[in-house]
């Protein structure tokens, strides 16, 4: 089955540390990954994305995620977290070179910050 | 940027009412979808449409049916609204890379 797992529900961190968020997937086709955030009462805004090639794929806002094929996993990091990064991060899975195909979301991560 | 509106932020509506939210695109995407989000539920599938008048039923259609007579606008339909609906909707849409762009979101509250 196809499926997206966000293992961890909540996670706090404090402001200035890292952060790495986890995703690990369950996917037949060659996938696309994504990573989206969400403010509280906002649409998802997108993060970054991977679709091939390097396997560190910069996004906005200084988050990064790295794709392991081995592991079937992509996780978002940050170096240094700032209180505006509390929110809700969304990983997403998606097939390759497959137009017109909905993503398959996980649960979810909500993210709280402290000072 | 890419730009996809909803037509409410907020909406309030009785049980039994025809409910419609409207989403708009001004990318020129082929694909867009409807999503309801509920808390410890994750985003959940409506429906979504590759094209125009083209439709696709997602993981709980029921209660709901979509309309796309023109390719930026996608409408969302609750025949008869239930208490059981109230959510935030959110609608998005594509390229035929598959990454979404979405919309603020509707929070809708049925009475």
């Known amino acids: 089955a196809q499926s997206v797992t966000q293992p961890d529900i909540h996670i706090t961190v404090s402001e200035g540390a890292s952060l790495e968020l986890r995703c690990n997937y369950s996917?037949?086709?060659?996938?696309?990954l994504f990573w989206y955030v969400q403010s509280p009462g906002q649409g998802l805004q997108l993060l970054l994305k991977?679709?091939?090639?390097?396997?560190l794929v910069q996004g906005i806002k200084g988050f990064e995620a790295e794709f392991k094929r081995s592991q079937s996993s992509f996780n978002l990091r940050k170096p240094s977290v700032h209180w505006s990064d509390a929110a809700e991060y969304f990983c997403?899975?998606?097939?390759?070179?497959?137009?017109?195909?909905?993503?398959?979301f996980g649960k979810g991560t909500t993210l709280s910050v402290s000072s | 940027d890419v730009k996809v509106t909803q037509s409410s932020r907020y909406l309030v509506k009785r049980t039994g009412e025809k409910v419609f939210l409207e989403c708009v695109q001004d990318?020129?995407?082929?694909?867009m979808f409807w999503y309801r989000q509920d808390p410890g539920l994750g985003l959940r599938l409506i429906y979504f449409?590759?094209?125009?008048?083209?439709?696709e039923k997602g993981d709980i259609p029921e209660g709901y049916s979509v309309s796309r007579e023109k390719k930026e606008r996608f409408s969302l339909i609750l025949e008869s609204a239930s208490t059981n609906q109230t959510s935030m909707y959110l609608c998005?849409?594509?390229?035929?890379?598959?990454?979404?762009?979405f919309g603020p979101g509707t929070r809708l509250t049925v009475t």
């Open positions: 996917y037949g086709a060659t996938p696309y």
């Open positions: 990318m020129d995407h082929e694909n």
């Open positions: 998005a849409s594509s390229p035929p890379s598959n990454e979404q762009y």
């Open positions: 997403a899975v998606g097939p390759a070179n497959q137009a017109g195909t909905a993503l398959i």
């Open positions: 991977y679709f091939s090639g390097d396997t």
């Open positions: 449409s590759y094209d125009v008048k083209m439709k």
